[in-house]
């Protein structure tokens, strides 16, 4: 009877189809997440966003084919992938250009600009930034879930067949990323075992991975009563133990991307201290941050005949204003310095929330100038106030109100049009730790 019932166990697996991605019910890829949401392209960017990705970038036939193939798993129509075009301008949500494409050659985006989608073909094509569908996120993702049930051969043969291995978790840290990702997955309750990779042939040698490594900074636990090879390891989704198992458990399992790398540490920035020679030194303090949307002037020239062609990026992080110069020369720019109401207006369109600016009048009091090349200031757009007894802008009044504020900043409310967009000065080297803000960095094209 005992015999019935473990080739029972070896032939069940057999019975059961292996999963695949088309099968995901998650339709998500190593490089590509699927929303089947219908939302308009800015919200589809903000969902991206929050995600820590953004839309979906694609530079080759076979990254096209990805997403295809996410599209048709889901019975998808359509969905928003991250490319921006106008008649002169063709700009990925990331700041690439465009290298391949699946536009039909005869659509030509407006001056206005116009957002793309892809439809199940692989085909793109240009519509209106209110139009609701589906939408691709881009993510660096190292561990994906498979949820149906299957023996550790058949999970280890089915991450192959999608060129993934088994999840190594090795340590601590990975226990916790493997065990975020199946609460974020909501897989059925019933299952508390996953595999990942790990074997012992004959159960009493060492733990090794199924290259045939040894396994180093694997920790399973050990079980009496199991001293038959070979073994394989199991992750339970409560403690996180790692136990040994024979081959023909049906459980879930976690396969490892591969080529992944573990994000770099993000540009510094901090919130900076006065020297001995009372002159703001930044130091340096990591933070995360987040580039709201990247707008592109492709204009020749603005009204006043001087050249206009600038990149401008937002970022969320509140950080004080030689931090926020800092990280825009980092990254090759300025901080964001109007020279004209074009500018202003392309300003506008990116920020989220009252943002420094690069206008500083910090060495002689009223005299305003860009920090980038320290040019003096000749377009402005001071606050002016609001009710009886307003003060217009430039106050020099500090937040302690103390005067000499020195920086300048743009308000963000969209709702009170006497101030939207208007600027105040704000901050001082003395008191600058005490002010942070979100930024607005400038690049020339």
Known sequence: MQEKHYLLLYLLPLLLPAPSLATNPRYYTCNYHLYKEQVSREEATLRCEKQGGKLAVIHSAAQNEEVRQLLQSAQLDSAWIGLFLTDRVEQWDDGTRLVFSKLDPTDTAPASGANVLMDMTGKW?????????????????????????????????????????????????????????????????????????????????IWQWSDGTAAVGLTVDKTSGINVGPLFVALNKKSGRLRPLHNFFLNPFICQCPNYQEPKAEAQLDYGQINADGEYVPLFRSFAETKRRVVDLDHDHDEEGDELRMRYSYFSSRVTHGSAQSHCRSLGGDLACPRSQLQQTQILEVVKSNSWLGMVDVDEEGVW?????????????????????????????????????????????????????????????????????????????
């Open 125 to 205: 094509s240009l519509m209106k930034e209110k139009y609701q569908t589906g939408f691709v996120c881009g993510v660096s993702r190292r561990f994906v879930l498979f949820s149906l049930p299957l023996t550790q051969r058949g999970s280890s043969d089915t991450c192959s067949e999608n060129n993934m291995e088994l999840a190594r978790v090795a340590g601590s840290k990975d226990v916790r990323q493997v065990r975020r990702l199946i609460k974020d997955e909501g897989v059925s309750k019933r299952h508390h075992w996953y595999w990942v990779d790990g074997e012992n042939p004959t159960a009493t040698g």
């Open 369 to 445: 100038r860009c920090v980038g090349d320290d040019s003096l200031i000749t377009f402005t757009h001071w606050y002016q106030g609001f009710g009886r007894g307003a003060v217009p802008e430039p106050d020099n009044m500090t937040d302690r109100r103390k005067p000499g504020a020195g920086y300048v900043q743009i308000l963000y409310d969209p709702d009170r049009r006497w101030r939207h967009g208007r600027w105040i000065d704000r901050g001082a080297p003395q008191y600058e730790f005490v002010v942070r803000s979100a930024f607005v960095c400038e690049f020339s094209r």
